[in-house]
T-cell receptor, first 115, second 109 residues
Framework: SQTIHQWPATLVQPVGSPLSLECTVEGTSNPNLYWYRQAAGRGLQLLFYSVGIGQISSEVPQNLSASRPQDRQFILSSKKLLLSDSGFYLC??????????????FGAGSRLTVL | GQNIDQPTEMTATEGAIVQINCTYQTSGFNGLFWYQQHAGEAPTFLSYNVLDGLEEKGRFSSFLSRSKGYSYLLLKELQMKDSASYLCAFIDSNYQLIWGAGTKLIIKP
């Protein structure tokens, strides 16, 4: 069966510090991978998605970046965090290909607080 | 443009039935999802509708009317563990998911 791991679960970082959130998927090949951010009272905001190694699409211009160094690894990074980067970050995967029925399976989430 | 709307919060009683509505506007539509999200946790998949009608899964059912841009999630025999946020999301013509802000469901004994 497929599993998705995301870490760290929580972190508190000072403004201007770097960020690295990591996500790995097991039990599937060539998954579509996603990074979402969830702010209180708002819908899930898609930050990045990837359909393959090295292929990253950015949905929202910001000081965050994503990389996919391996097929089942997706990393969210920042060189200098802003206060507005605080939030709940979710990694997700879906089966490869474009289909309306591709269900998203989410990781447990990473709660980031920038002080 | 695209838009999706669902109530912010609802309250229901244990053992009762509750219906959570979701309305959307889009020029292209490829299905609609419902997810459940407990506080501080990740969303988990509940249902997917692409054709009009009712899909039943145990205590949970989901309905879709494409002509009306409307869906609802029906929860029967409510249990305290059903207290959670319920997220509605539709798939647009580019196969991108457009998410609602979620409905927080509070279950009272």
């Amino acid at each position: 069966s497929q599993t998705i791991h995301q870490w760290p679960a929580t972190l508190v970082q000072p403004v201007g510090s770097p960020l690295s959130l990591e996500c790995t998927v097991e039990g599937t090949s060539n998954p579509n991978l996603y990074w979402y951010r969830q702010a209180a009272g708002r819908g899930l905001q898609l930050l990045f998605y990837s359909v393959g190694i090295g292929q990253i699409s950015s949905e929202v211009p910001q000081n965050l970046s994503a990389s996919r160094p391996q097929d089942r690894q997706f990393i969210l990074s920042s060189k200098k965090l802003l206060l507005s980067d605080s939030g709940f970050y979710l990694c997700a995967w879906s089966a490869t290909g474009i289909s309306g029925a591709n269900v998203l399976t989410f990781g447990a989430g990473s709660r980031l607080t920038v002080l | 443009g695209q838009n999706i709307d669902q109530p912010t919060e609802m309250t229901a009683t244990e053992g009762a039935i509750v219906q959570i509505n979701c309305t959307y506007q889009t020029s292209g539509f490829n299905g609609l999802f419902w997810y459940q999200q407990h506080a501080g946790e990740a969303p988990t998949f509940l249902s997917y509708n692409v054709l009009d009608g009712l899909e039943e899964k145990g205590r949970f059912s989901s309905f879709l009317s494409r002509s009306k841009g409307y869906s609802y999630l029906l929860l029967k025999e409510l249990q305290m563990k059903d207290s959670a946020s319920y997220l509605c999301a539709f798939i647009d013509s580019n196969y991108q998911l457009i998410w609602g802000a979620g409905t927080k469901l509070i279950i009272k004994p």
